[in-house]
């Protein structure tokens, strides 16, 4: 059972594009984060969204945080070829004991310059 | 560097021989976690620890996985009579408190592959 899904899973764009990537879930969660990884690295974390209905910038990102805090998107604007990489968003669910974060399976972004 | 630090970063197995991952959580972190991923996918949950106990380990295999965060040394995940399928890179990430909004400090991972 995915408990975040990521859409779309594979993304192939020209320079200068705009794109938004989704994240979404049946279940509520306490916060969300959205993950950049490059290969052969670790996952690092871009942003985290707390509240129903938040909306963060980060330079050319832009991440919203669902009203009911059960999804969440990253939108960016005019990409690079820099921002090329594997994109993850992770929660916190509400009723967690503690300390685990839920991955989605990502979306792979591949921008062509 | 003062980050999560995993060794080996490739480890090359025999089915049916052991592998040994280590990871040295960021200083003064007690939290540690480690994730599994697929080829094209997320961070599969496996475990989490603190100081010499097991909080969470919803994510791990019923056998021949374990995994151990001593009161000296790195935290080690360990996989018995190793199968293709283990093949996967493992990441352990790190954090100072439970980190119920907070960020995790991701290693670069270790990339195990199963002949």
């Known amino acids: 059972t995915q408990l975040l899904k990521q859409s779309p899973q594979f993304l192939s764009i020209q320079e200068g594009e705009n794109l938004t990537v989704y994240c979404n879930s049946s279940?509520?969660?306490?916060?969300l984060q959205w993950y950049r990884q490059e290969p052969g690295e670790g996952p690092v974390l871009l942003v985290t969204?707390?509240?129903?209905?938040e909306v963060k910038k980060l330079k050319r990102l832009t991440f919203q945080f669902g009203d009911a805090r059960k999804d969440s998107s990253l939108h960016i604007t005019a990409a690079q070829p820099g921002d090329t990489g594997l994109y993850l968003c992770?929660?916190?669910?509400?009723?967690?004991?503690?300390?685990?974060?839920?991955f989605g399976q990502g979306t792979e972004l591949s921008v062509k310059p | 560097n003062a980050g999560v630090m995993q060794n080996p970063r490739h480890l090359v197995r025999r089915r049916g021989q052991e592998a040994r991952l280590r990871c040295s959580p960021v200083?003064?972190?007690?939290?540690v976690y480690w994730y599994r991923q697929l080829p094209e996918e997320g961070l599969k949950f496996m475990v989490y620890?603190?100081?010499?106990?097991?909080?969470?380990e919803s994510g791990m295999p019923k056998e021949r996985f374990s995994a151990e965060f001593p009161k000296e040394g790195p935290s080690i995940l360990r996989i018995q009579q190793v199968v293709r399928g283990d093949s996967a890179a493992y990441f352990c990430?790190?954090?100072?408190?439970?980190?119920?909004?907070?960020?995790?400090?991701f290693g670069e991972g270790s990339r195990l592959t199963v002949l």
């Open positions: 200083k003064g972190h007690s939290h």
């Open positions: 279940s509520v969660f306490s916060s």
């Open positions: 990430a790190s954090s100072p408190i439970i980190p119920e909004t907070g960020e995790l400090f």
């Open positions: 969204v707390v509240t129903g209905g």
């Open positions: 620890l603190q100081k010499e106990n097991i909080i969470d």
């Open positions: 992770a929660g916190y669910p509400s009723d967690n004991q503690g300390g685990k974060l839920i």
